[in-house]
């Protein structure tokens, strides 16, 4: 999964377990966050993960959510609306989805532009009280990936696995 970043910073994967884990398959059809076209960049499924939880209902009840949380993380943090074209998250509130979950709250918080984002707009100071509940369970520290690293009992195993992950 290839996505825009501003800087050669980490994106920090706010959900326990990568984005493809979330899916149920029902008959032949698959469904959850992880078939969905919107939520195919870190900072999209950051901010979806940050604003439902999906281990309790796989699918939010609104079917515009995902078009929602495009739009806010596409949104110039000058107010001035969404940037559905550019490539690169400069001046995108995405950008402020690579900070960890209670410092994107708290900017997000302080922003002038808070009440003009399409989830704002969409679910009010609702969706503000689901942030503040879910931003302490989301992971600080573990980089964006959609690859699980393995479990392992065995300390040379693990300090391989460790060696590989230092060089991202």
Not at 57 to 64: E, F, T
Not at 130 to 141: H, K
Request: charged residues 20%; aromatic residues 8%.
């Amino acid at each position: 999964m290839s996505a825009p970043h501003t800087n050669n910073q980490t994106t920090l994967r706010y959900s326990p377990r990568p984005l493809s884990t979330y899916t149920k398959t029902t008959g032949n059809t698959s469904f959850g966050p992880s078939t969905s076209r919107l939520l195919t960049t870190p900072e999209a499924w950051n901010l979806a993960y940050l604003s439902h939880d999906y281990d309790v209902r796989i699918q939010p009840l609104d079917p515009h959510f995902t078009v929602h949380i495009n739009r806010t993380v596409r949104f110039r943090l000058d107010g001035s609306g969404s940037d559905l074209v550019s490539t690169q998250l400069d001046g995108l509130f995405g950008s402020l989805l690579n900070q960890p979950a209670p410092r994107f709250v708290y900017l997000l918080r302080q922003h002038p532009a808070l009440t003009q984002l399409p989830m704002y707009v969409a679910y009010g100071d609702a969706w503000l009280e689901t942030l503040a509940q879910r931003e302490r369970l989301c992971c600080a520290e573990m980089p964006y990936s959609e690859v699980e690293e393995p479990v392992t009992l065995d300390l040379r195993a693990a300090q391989d696995v460790l060696r590989r992950i230092g060089k991202r």
